[in-house]
């Protein structure tokens, strides 16, 4: 089977009248709510999220606020924590921001269809004095959850995450506080017991949710975490370049044959400057933006294909909005501002702060489901607002229609397509808006095309191809319809 995803002009000859355009959701329904006591703090205030098809058990791990915010603060620094943080300038008073509790739990479901969850009762963490809770992680922030197919069995399940200790932060040559935590690995043979690893994984700091899978491609591990424009890591400290403060948060990262030890990462993708513009004159500023929450995903239904779903913070109306942006390599991606998932696609209420967790899960009549945290407040006011919701809710998209090529009335023409061996037919995946058609031919072949409906509003279209073909070209005419995919088999 090969598959042509149509989001940029890799794969098109020439186009008339179409150009990029994301799609939203048509179909939403909340998945979970924090409706357990140990969850009566609500939802981690990033995703913190991860879903996984497991040989058909669909699993998921989320985040929620501990019930107990004294837990683990009066903890010893083990010789390891002592020797990785620089404490000689560190007054006592913040000594107990360094023990700092688990501010978060990881907690594990599962479903048959991915609609309806089971929050299992697991044994392993005491709340309340019971272990009847779903809890299997404890830590400071920013856990995500993946499958490693290199793993010896005891290690199948891999998890990067926020470390327990926060780092020390420089400015002006002073220390000013404690902000960061460190980035640390854990893994596991079934995703329910962890190991955490001692040291950190990377010589970074985080503060939001970190990704991490394999990339069978490149034969690597890929991890990407949230950072912050003219700040570095140095020696076991957080250190600000700017004499003024002047930040915003960007997406980076990191690649490394070995899961425990990755190097410094990379910025891949930043506000442009007009849009932080008013943000660095004044870092007090009401009108900047920044990039939150990565969910980076390495798409499996195609090659080549690698997804992130940032969530856009705009600091005027408090709002984060998940969008999507596309790449080929796993390093550069192209954004696309239009709004993936608005705030008003929420199935109860309207969520004007949105995360989007890693991993889709399939579901029928063609379609994938994705998830995202969502909050009936903005971010500033998440911790201030006493009366509010929070659920994880579900958003279904037919496959490959994330982000398609859209003419309002255009034609576009393939570059010729290699197929592959005994391959027989093409399949074309489309959205058709009302009063919308789309129309497809092979180049010099006449055939036809049935079509069948699909998730989402989509249409798949599909064809029986000639004998003896090693190549064809695609000409497709459209109006209101998006194009998203060839795929042949």
């Known amino acids: 089977m090969q598959k042509y995803m149509l989001f940029d002009d890799m794969h098109i000859a020439e186009k008339t009248g179409f150009s990029a355009r994301a799609v939203n959701p048509s179909r939403s329904f909340v998945a979970i709510r924090p409706d357990r006591p140990w969850e009566r703090l609500g939802l981690c205030g990033d995703s913190c999220m991860t879903v996984i098809n497991d040989n058909g058990v669909l699993k998921m791990w989320y985040a929620i606020v501990s019930p107990d915010d004294k837990h683990g603060a009066n903890r010893q620094l083990t010789d390891d924590e002592l020797k990785s943080l620089n404490l000689s300038s560190i007054p006592q008073k913040f000594m107990a921001d360094i023990l700092c ?230 390093v550069h991606f192209t954004r696309h501002d239009e709004p993936l998932i608005r705030p008003e696609d929420s199935p109860l209420f309207r969520t004007p702060q949105q995360y989007l967790g890693c991993g889709m899960l399939p579901s029928k009549n063609d379609a994938l489901l994705l998830y995202a945290n969502a909050y009936s407040v903005g971010h500033d006011a998440l911790s201030q607002v006493q009366k509010r919701e929070v659920a994880i809710n579900g958003y279904e998209f037919q496959k490959d229609g994330f982000i398609g090529q859209y003419a309002e009335d255009g034609t576009l023409e393939t570059k010729p397509l290699m197929l592959p061996d005994h391959c027989r037919q093409m399949t074309v995946r489309a959205k058709i808006e009302q009063c919308g058609h789309i129309d497809a031919n092979i180049c010099d072949h006449n055939v036809a095309f049935t079509s069948a409906p699909a998730a989402n509003g989509g249409v798949v279209m599909q064809t029986v191809l000639p004998e003896a073909l090693s190549e064809l070209r695609l000409r497709i005419h459209a109006t209101k319809a998006t194009v998203f995919s060839i795929e042949l088999n």
């Open 101 to 330: 509790p688990e501010r978060y739990y990881l907690c594990y479901a599962y479903s048959n269809d991915g609609h309806e969850w089971i929050k299992p009762e697991l044994g392993i963490y005491s709340v309340d004095g019971s272990t009847a809770n779903n809890i299997v992680f404890g830590g400071r922030i920013g856990a995500t959850v993946f499958i490693d197919p290199t793993a010896p069995p005891e290690a199948r399940f891999k998890m990067i995450h926020g470390g327990s200790l926060k780092l020390p932060h420089w400015h002006n040559g002073r220390f000013v506080r404690m902000a960061y935590t460190g980035i640390y690995g854990a893994t596991s043979p079934d995703g329910i017991h962890w190991t955490n690893t001692s040291r950190p994984i990377m010589p970074h700091y985080t503060d939001t949710t970190n990704v991490c899978f394999y990339d069978d491609e490149q034969r690597k591990y890929i991890a990407f975490v949230r950072t912050d424009k003219n700040m570095i890591y140095d020696d076991g400290r957080t250190v600000m370049l700017d004499p003024a403060h002047r930040t915003y948060r960007i997406l980076s990262r990191s690649e490394s044959g070995d899961f425990t030890d990755f190097p410094p990462p990379t910025e891949i993708m930043a506000p442009r400057d007009d849009e932080i513009q008013d943000y660095l004159s004044n870092y007090l500023s009401r009108n900047g933006m920044d990039l939150y929450n990565s969910s980076a995903m390495k798409y499996e239904y195609a090659k080549g294909v690698y997804f992130l779903f940032p969530s856009y913070f705009h600091h005027d109306t408090d709002e984060a909005v998940i969008h999507i942006a596309t790449g080929r390599d796993g």
